[in-house]
């Protein structure tokens, strides 16, 4: 079959990389697949005139509004696969989840990466139910064998002579929904407190107003933003009320710096000097607001690196906390230390922070952590199986 697969295909996302994945595994099949960025289109009509003046006979589409909505009344037959964003945020919108809901129905088939992702889909679409499949991403890591590390380190302006340094990788591409900001506040107090640990943001750009948000955030300051959340949680303490405003101005005061250091910005890579990269780090970080299957978070896995991760659905999905991988919540403001005056951020209370010095200080659990998160994704994360079902699933588009 002549096949159209149309995907977000933004370099090194994770969408692309899914599109390059499924790609490979029909053409291994004898089928000719042929990606197309659903961005360069408008509307369902573009494509239906592309599949018929290139002859398709049949389409897939990676994410359910974003690509799926180009296919809805399409003439050739179709199957959808989540992406993530589609079931857990686009279907807030009613007008994405009508749009959804119409596409899922002319689908002839809809793969889901976990099973949570499944039961939402179907919560939202229950006529949808029997036709959506789970297939966990299949994994294979390539790290190149001539990356050069210290020249890594010394573009992204980090220390090589220090005796022992731990360089966090948050990898993801620069959107919102990524939230790579989250744990640039916490990660610069840690920093300045222990400058033997770094953490690297390397993505693209993929959305260019907030890639200038964070370039600025992470060059300008560390100023802290104290949410509504946290001081909820100074109203509760048993402290006396005169002081909560004498805590808030001495957090302002004492966290504005003139820059966020330990925090890099680093330019994208080819994924075979990515692998490298996180084969040489200490720990791959994701702080996502929304994930569908983070293939960022199973390569690390597979590269034998620890990982921490923010305890959201997609997330919880492929870790078991402190089995093969730890989870960190919002920032906890945790109860005052000894002190009534100084919150206990003082004194080391950001769960990320705890997490991750629990890591540095005991090997045995991180090895632990390492050997059952590669044996996790070898079981569960199969590159071969994945082929298999996708090979199989096309033919439904016959």
Request: glycine share 4%; aromatic share 8%; net charge positive.
């Amino acid at each position: 079959m002549r096949l159209l697969l149309l995907a977000s295909l933004r370099a090194q996302t994770g969408n692309a990389t899914t599109a390059a994945r499924i790609q490979n595994h029909l053409h291994a099949a004898g089928h000719i697949c042929v990606l197309k960025d659903a961005f360069m289109y408008e509307s369902p009509t573009e494509i239906a005139n592309l599949t018929c003046t290139d002859k398709f006979d049949a389409a897939l589409a990676i994410h359910l509004y974003k690509a799926g909505r180009l296919l809805q009344g399409s003439r050739i037959p179709f199957g959808i696969i989540f992406g993530g964003t589609d079931v857990n945020e686009d279907v807030k919108c009613e007008e994405k989840h009508r749009v959804m809901g119409a596409v899922l129905e002319e689908a002839r088939f809809a793969v889901a990466f976990t099973v949570k992702m499944k039961e939402l889909a179907a919560a939202e679409w229950p006529d949808a139910r029997k036709k959506i499949y789970v297939q966990a991403q299949g994994i294979k890591t390539t790290p190149s064998e001539t990356f050069d590390w210290y020249r890594f380190l010394q573009n992204a302006d980090i220390p090589t002579n220090t005796a022992s340094l731990h360089v966090f990788l948050l990898i993801c591409g620069l959107r919102r929904v990524k939230d790579p900001l989250y744990l640039v506040e916490v990660f610069s107090d840690w920093h300045r407190r222990d400058p033997s640990v770094h953490l690297g943001i390397i993505g693209p750009a993929v959305d260019p107003l907030f890639t200038s948000e964070v370039k600025e955030k992470v060059k300008r300051t560390g100023v802290l933003v104290i949410t509504e959340e946290q001081k909820r949680s100074f109203r509760t303490t048993s402290i006396p009320k005169s002081q909560h405003l004498l805590q808030l101005t001495i957090l302002m005061i004492v966290l504005r710096f003139p820059k966020a250091p330990g925090v890099h910005l680093l330019q994208e890579m080819p994924q075979d000097d990515l692998h490298a990269a996180m084969k040489m780090c200490f720990a791959v970080v994701n702080s996502s607001i929304s994930e569908g299957m983070s293939a960022a978070i199973l390569e690390a896995m597979d590269l034998d690196i620890p990982v921490l991760a923010r305890n959201i659905p997609g997330n919880a999905a492929i870790i078991n906390h402190k089995e093969t991988g730890l989870l960190f919540s919002n920032p906890q403001w945790l109860l005052y230390a000894h002190s009534s005056v100084f919150p206990a951020c003082f004194s080391n209370t950001w769960e990320f922070v705890v997490l991750s010095k629990s890591l540095i200080n005991d090997p045995i659990m991180e090895r632990e952590i390492v050997t059952r998160a590669k044996d996790y994704v070898k079981k569960h994360h199969s590159w071969e199986s994945e082929r298999k079902a996708y090979q199989n699933l096309v033919l439904r588009l016959q």
